[in-house]
């Protein structure tokens, strides 16, 4: 059975230089790196997977590129990164995380977007890669996602029907369509139910839900739920409940969104919107790796590809 070594004798390299260009094929001359491709055909190589990467002229490398800032006390990308590395892993691919200001060292065979604005999407066009987003887009781009719209609502009735009078959305500042969804989503149920509520949009930190829900506690009256875009917003409200002297939950609910790992942590633990990230992440892997399997699925050839996965609400200690 022929060896690295036989290659590298026959090729008249070293064994480092047929590595580098069985497993980074970028760092070498393309004339050389066919000619290594045509002794390994000629000694009956059997390659591994790099190997067969070189033959197909791929990395074997997806990048999972984040363009927001990960906060270090909340599992929601690892959840995320678990069910992508799974999935890839069960294919010999490798997962390379990359950054806003990151995405363009090294060479790979697609991109998964994720924490993507408006203002960051012009680039993506540029791409000779298959992108997946995570999370609808705007653009065309195919894409995994949970039903925003439908979440919220499912919070919003279990609110309702747990005899909450008053309800409010606490609502993330930003003009992105995962947050456009899930305001539609609880304006249409109350809206439809003629229920008295109402909208507040703030940035997706605790300590601003705190303050807001301090600053403005008199127009909360007893028997009022809200229904929070994440946990982060759930666990500042719930906070301010409490050091204002109200009682969680049976004059006030507090519902978050994603489930992760701060809905446990709380006074109260949260009645959450859970969010099943390591299916989606599993999902957008088996779709990127169809888009590279299959180039024709271009962005311009074919209907914008759409992965809904539902979330779940889990019922805690911060409901009836």
Same mark, same amino acid.
């Given at each position: 059975?022929?060896?690295?070594?036989?290659?590298?004798?026959?090729?008249?390299?070293?064994?480092?230089?047929?590595?580098?260009?069985?497993?980074?094929?970028?760092?070498?001359?393309?004339?050389?790196?066919?000619?290594?491709?045509?002794?390994?055909?000629?000694?009956?190589?059997?390659?591994?997977?790099?190997?067969?990467?070189?033959?197909?002229?791929? %990395?074997?490398?997806?990048?999972?590129?984040?363009?927001? @800032?990960?906060?270090?006390?909340?599992?929601?990308?690892?959840?995320?990164?678990?069910?992508?590395?799974?999935?890839?892993?069960?294919?010999?691919?490798?997962?390379?995380?990359?950054?806003?200001?990151?995405?363009?060292?090294?060479?790979?065979?697609?991109?998964?977007?994720?924490?993507?604005?408006?203002?960051?999407?012009?680039? *993506?066009?540029?791409?000779?890669?298959?992108? *997946?987003?995570?999370?609808?887009?705007?653009?065309?781009? @195919?894409?995994?996602? %949970?039903?925003?719209?439908?979440?919220?609502?499912?919070?919003?009735?279990?609110?309702?029907?747990?005899?909450?009078?008053?309800?409010?959305? *606490?609502?993330?500042?930003?003009?992105?369509?995962?947050?456009?969804?899930?305001?539609?989503?609880?304006?249409?149920?109350?809206?439809?139910?003629?229920?008295?509520?109402?909208?507040?949009?703030?940035?997706?930190?605790?300590?601003?839900?705190?303050?807001?829900?301090?600053?403005?506690?008199?127009?909360?009256?007893?028997?009022?739920?809200?229904?929070?875009?994440?946990?982060?917003?759930?666990?500042?409200?719930?906070?301010?409940?409490?050091?204002?002297?109200?009682?969680?939950?049976?004059?006030?609910?507090?519902?978050?969104?994603?489930? *992760?790992?701060?809905?446990?942590?709380?006074?109260?633990?949260?009645?959450?919107?859970?969010?099943?990230?390591?299916?989606?992440?599993?999902?957008?892997?088996?779709?990127?790796?169809?888009?590279?399997?299959?180039?024709?699925?271009?962005?311009?050839?074919?209907?914008?590809?759409?992965?809904?996965?539902?979330?779940?609400?889990?019922?805690?200690?911060?409901?009836?």
């Amino acid at each position: 059975m022929a060896t690295l070594n036989d290659v590298a004798k026959r090729t008249n390299v070293s064994k480092m230089t047929v590595s580098r260009a069985i497993n980074h094929p970028d760092q070498v001359r393309p004339e050389l790196r066919d000619a290594i491709l045509q002794v390994m055909t000629e000694l009956n190589y059997h390659p591994n997977a790099a190997a067969r990467a070189l033959v197909g002229r791929r %990395t074997r490398v997806i990048k999972l590129t984040i363009f927001e @800032d990960m906060d270090i006390t909340e599992p929601y990308y690892m959840m995320l990164l678990a069910g992508i590395a799974n999935e890839l892993n069960q294919h010999q691919y490798a997962l390379q995380i990359a950054t806003r200001n990151s995405y363009e060292v090294g060479e790979c065979d697609g991109y998964i977007l994720t924490g993507i604005r408006d203002s960051d999407a012009g680039w *993506v066009a540029r791409l000779d890669q298959p992108v *997946v987003f995570f999370g609808r887009n705007r653009q065309g781009y @195919d894409y995994v996602d %949970t039903d925003n719209f439908q979440a919220i609502q499912t919070s919003t009735a279990y609110a309702a029907q747990a005899g909450y009078t008053y309800l409010v959305f *606490v609502g993330i500042a930003v003009a992105e369509p995962f947050e456009l969804d899930r305001e539609q989503g609880f304006q249409e149920y109350v809206t439809s139910h003629q229920i008295s509520a109402q909208i507040i949009r703030l940035t997706n930190h605790s300590h601003s839900a705190t303050a807001y829900i301090k600053k403005h506690w008199a127009e909360f009256p007893p028997n009022t739920a809200f229904i929070c875009a994440s946990d982060r917003l759930a666990i500042g409200v719930e906070t301010a409940i409490i050091d204002q002297g109200g009682q969680v939950p049976s004059d006030y609910g507090v519902i978050g969104f994603d489930g *992760v790992f701060l809905n446990q942590i709380a006074a109260k633990r949260l009645t959450t919107m859970k969010q099943p990230l390591e299916e989606m992440g599993r999902a957008a892997a088996r779709l990127l790796l169809t888009k590279i399997a299959h180039p024709e699925m271009s962005q311009a050839s074919h209907n914008q590809e759409k992965i809904i996965i539902n979330s779940r609400l889990s019922v805690a200690e911060s409901t009836r």
